[in-house]
């Protein structure tokens, strides 16, 4: 028991009938107090914004706003059995997540009708604030430094529901009962519960609206919309983004959306504001490529769903305005660097170099972690981490408003689960060369069509090139129709009979954390 | 469907499930090509293991996938407008060496035109007090136009077009309500059939593979190429959920709202083939729509691809609907008498 992987029996921290762990792990003086001392850094972070008035008001105001409470157990379950630099990595991306997002919702709930804004003391504030879809690239936010861009769904859904994995189920049901069937995908599902049930802050001065990430998702966004008393845009993004022919649609609908929120804020596109930006953007881009160049080795070190959590942030919603992140990926590869040289492993054995592909549950974000602390099994790079890093043309403006068209039909996960065979299928087998990988993780999220689609061709080519395919079944953000316990069970069955392994830690193979957070 | 639902997942739309497992038999081996609209992805998917699995075997043979509009205004114009000459109007040219010149297109469009004319008299005496043909009958013609060669199947539509009108309708009391059929694709008439034995009339269409809207004439201007206008009056007609602006919600919802007032209808079916994303959403805001903003009575239900004769859940959920509108017209008749 201490500072060595798998030297806890992490099964035994989880007590069925409890919302939390036992007690904290113990990982050797200096990550456990590394980890203690991050603790506590959130629990300041988190008590300065939750002691504000607004957030207190938020508190009672939105079911949703209670997920938060599990906050620090959610950054706990994906810090699970992990040890020195990658300890140290996961928690400069969770409590960066963190930081962003006490911004987000306190300016949310200044500017709400009904919190901070209800005798119009942050009308000044809710001017300046444009309502984006979650599922919308905030690459068309860099060239307007004089407003705020802020997606509602964000805090009360996506997170939300990787926090707390009942934490959306209310919303679910809201929809259900306006006659949505349950075969849809959770997610615009609970969004537009959140609509039905009034639960999202009214605020901003208007907003756009998207067709990413599928079918399901721009039809909640429809009835969503009439919910919202805002003007509205809505950004067409073509689903065939590999073929040259739709680029300059693409282009069209960003520029577009810039003169509707140029007429609707009275804001202009600032060139020198988007080229400060994009150079952060790019670096960011560059130095996610290193991780990755990393990760393609025998030494590892970026790995598991942390790096999926915090490239969705950086990627979709940070795009390059906020420098912090750039220093902080500069930080995270500098430690990957030192573990690399110092061949520092991610798990106690490396059996199985994976690669995860199709749409991760949201209610167990930390099921990367379970894998390699279980069976070995390191999960290298997934299928919504692998984004565009093409850098962006800030100088030539025409090149520019092309490169942003690009990037925002190319939104996470969208680049893969829409826009054909070539980047749903073809990819992976690329990506498994790449990365020597022999096993793929291949989530069946049951909700979800495009991927859904693919599973006989991709069954039958990995079949093909000799590779393990573990299908892994769940319902995105519903843990009521596949539970995480049902997801690793999908996980034991494969290695326990057809690999025939033995788990590096037994007492995480059959556990009940139905009650978790 | 054991084969398609291996392919593409058992919650996967039923529909697309029966093409491939159709395909997957040699079914569609007669294809020189497919032509998959990026509209809906379950589609797309479908027509991709069609394509990899090969599953058509023609040498020549060849599939294209197209980016189609999701939203009704000029930028959008030129994106559809490319994406068909692109993805359709060239493949079929240099692979068929197909005339794709504007006359070419006149002429196709004037050969359509007199399909639609023919398909809108006939479906106009739905109209009638006592129509003069069943809603199961029109549908079996409307979707023969959908995949019939026209030059074939024009003398047929003008011989049934000149026997109704002699025809001698059904006595009133026949049918017990009136209704317009409103929702997602339906390919089999039997569900039409279905509702009529339950005591409806189906009045009018308004679902994929229906004729409203898709069977009205298109009038092509000289001073335009062709392809455009084609693609205007699809982009601007089109009633399909992918159009997700606003205005085009609305105006979907508008849009049945006219047809049912204009082919009289007594209340709405909102119909829907299980799995189908689109019009899972679609059919619970129309639903909720037109009860509580437009005031129509509906019945909305989500059903298997394959209804059958046999279906009796939609069978009765029909009939108590029947019921349910004559309560209203009887408590109407009282109101009224008051």
């Known amino acids: ?517 | 469907m054991e084969m398609g639902g291996y392919y593409l997942t058992a919650l996967f739309c039923e529909a697309c499930r029966a093409l491939l497992e159709r395909a997957l038999e040699g079914g569609f081996n007669f294809l020189d090509a497919v032509i998959a609209p990026e509209a809906c992805a379950m589609m797309n998917r479908c027509v991709e293991n069609i394509e990899h699995l090969n599953c058509c075997t023609k040498p020549k043979f060849f599939a294209s996938y197209c980016d189609v509009p999701m939203k009704s205004d000029e930028v959008t114009l030129k994106h559809y407008v490319l994406q068909m000459q692109e993805h359709v109007l060239k493949p079929l040219h240099e692979h068929y060496g197909i005339d794709i010149s504007d006359q070419a297109i006149r002429q196709a469009v004037e050969d359509q035109n007199k399909i639609s004319r023919l398909i809108t008299e006939i479906g106009d005496y739905r109209k009638l007090e006592q129509p003069r043909i069943t809603g199961y009958e029109f549908a079996v013609f409307c979707l023969a136009s959908y995949c019939c060669p026209k030059d074939l199947l024009i003398p047929m539509l003008e011989e049934t077009a000149e026997e109704l009108k002699t025809r001698k309708p059904e006595p009133l009391g026949t049918y017990r309500a009136r209704v317009a059929l409103v929702g997602s694709e339906v390919d089999d008439p039997m569900l039409l059939k279905l509702a009529e034995e339950s005591g409806v009339i189906v009045v009018a269409d308004r679902y994929c593979f229906g004729s409203l809207p898709g069977r009205q004439e298109i009038v092509l201007q000289p001073d335009e190429d062709a392809l455009t206008q084609v693609c205007r009056y699809y982009m601007t007609s089109g009633q399909c959920p992918r159009f997700l602006t606003t205005e085009k919600v609305d105006e979907r919802h508008a849009y049945v709202d006219k047809i049912a007032k204009e082919y009289h209808a007594d209340g709405l079916i909102i119909e829907q083939i299980k799995f189908c994303d689109y019009w899972d959403y679609g059919r619970a805001l129309m639903n909720a729509t037109m009860q509580h903003e437009y005031g129509y009575p509906t019945l909305s239900i989500d059903r298997p691809y394959n209804v059958g004769e046999s279906s009796g859940q939609i069978r009765t959920r029909i009939q108590a609907f029947v019921e349910s509108l004559e309560i209203k017209t009887i408590e109407r008749k009282e109101r009224e008498a008051k």
């Not at chain 1, 009938?17 to 988190?46: A, Q």
């Not at chain 1, 997170?159 to 009942?166: E, L, P, V």
């Not at chain 1, 598991?304 to 305005?321: F, H, K, P, T």
Request: glycine letters at 6%; proline letters at 3%; hydrophobic letters at 35%.
């Open chain 1, 1 to 517: 028991m201490g500072k060595e992987l798998n030297s806890v029996e992490l099964g035994k921290l989880n007590k069925p009938g409890k919302r939390t762990y036992t007690h904290r792990e113990w990982r050797g003086w200096k990550d456990t107090f590394y980890d203690f001392s991050r603790w506590l850094h959130n629990l300041k972070v988190m008590s300065k914004f939750i002691l504000k008035p607004t957030s207190l008001k938020a508190l009672f105001t939105y079911r949703w706003f209670g997920n938060y409470l599990a906050a620090f157990d959610y950054i706990d379950r994906h810090m699970e059995g992990v040890r020195g630099p990658q300890l140290r990595i996961g928690h400069i991306e969770y409590d960066s997540i963190v930081e962003h997002l006490t911004q987000t919702m306190d300016t949310l709930f200044k500017c709400d009708k009904r919190i901070g804004n209800k005798h119009g003391k942050y009308d000044a504030l809710n001017k300046k604030l444009v309502i984006m879809d979650e599922n919308g690239m905030m690459v068309i936010a860099t060239g307007f430094p004089n407003l705020k861009f802020l997606s509602k769904e964000v805090p009360s859904v996506y997170t939300g529901s990787t926090i707390a994995q009942d934490g959306v189920l209310h919303y679910i049901d809201v929809s259900e009962e306006f006659q949505i069937p349950s075969d849809v995908c959770p997610m615009p599902c609970a969004e537009l519960g959140v609509a039905i049930d009034e639960d999202y802050p009214i605020c901003g001065v208007c907003s756009v609206h998207c067709n990413t990430t599928c079918d399901g998702s721009l039809m909640g966004n429809q009835i969503e919309d009439r919910h919202d008393d805002l003007p509205s845009f809505t950004m067409a993004a073509p689903m065939r983004h590999q073929q040259q022919s739709v680029l300059a649609y693409s282009r069209d609908q960003v520029v577009a959306a810039i003169h509707f929120i140029e007429e609707h804020t009275g804001e202009k596109w600032n060139w020198d504001a988007f080229a400060k930006n994009m150079k952060v953007y790019n670096a960011q881009n560059k130095v996610f490529d290193e991780w990755l160049e990393i990760n393609k080795t025998d030494f590892p070190q970026v790995c598991g769903n942390n790096l999926m959590l915090y490239r969705d942030a950086e990627y979709m919603v940070i795009s390059g305005r906020d420098a912090t992140f750039l220093k902080q990926d500069e930080e995270i590869l500098r430690l990957a660097k030192e573990g690399y040289q110092h061949k520092v492993k991610v798990a106690k054995e490396m059996r199985h170099r994976a690669l995860v592909w199709g749409v991760h549950a949201q209610y167990y974000t930390a099921f990367n972690q379970w894998l390699a602390n279980c069976w070995g099994i390191v999960v290298l790079c997934d299928m919504l981490s692998f984004t565009l890093t093409k850098p962006i043309h800030y100088e030539d403006h025409e090149q520019a408003m092309l490169d942003l068209g690009e990037y925002n039909m190319n939104m996470i996960m969208r680049n893969h689960s829409n826009g054909g065979y070539e980047v749903g299928v073809e990819q992976l087998w690329q990506y498994c060369e790449e990365y020597r990988a022999d096993t793929v993780i291949m989530y069946e999220h049951i909700g979800c069509k495009s991927m859904a689609g693919y599973h006989g061709l991709i069954e039958e080519e990995g079949r093909k090139r000799g590779l393990h395919i573990i299908w892994v079944y769940h319902a995105l953000m519903n843990p009521t129709k596949a539970s995480r316990k049902d997801m690793r069970e999908d996980v034991n069955r494969y290695m326990k009979t057809v690999m025939r392994e033995t788990p590096l830690d037994p007492t995480l193979v059959d556990m009940d954390d139905t009650t978790r957070w």
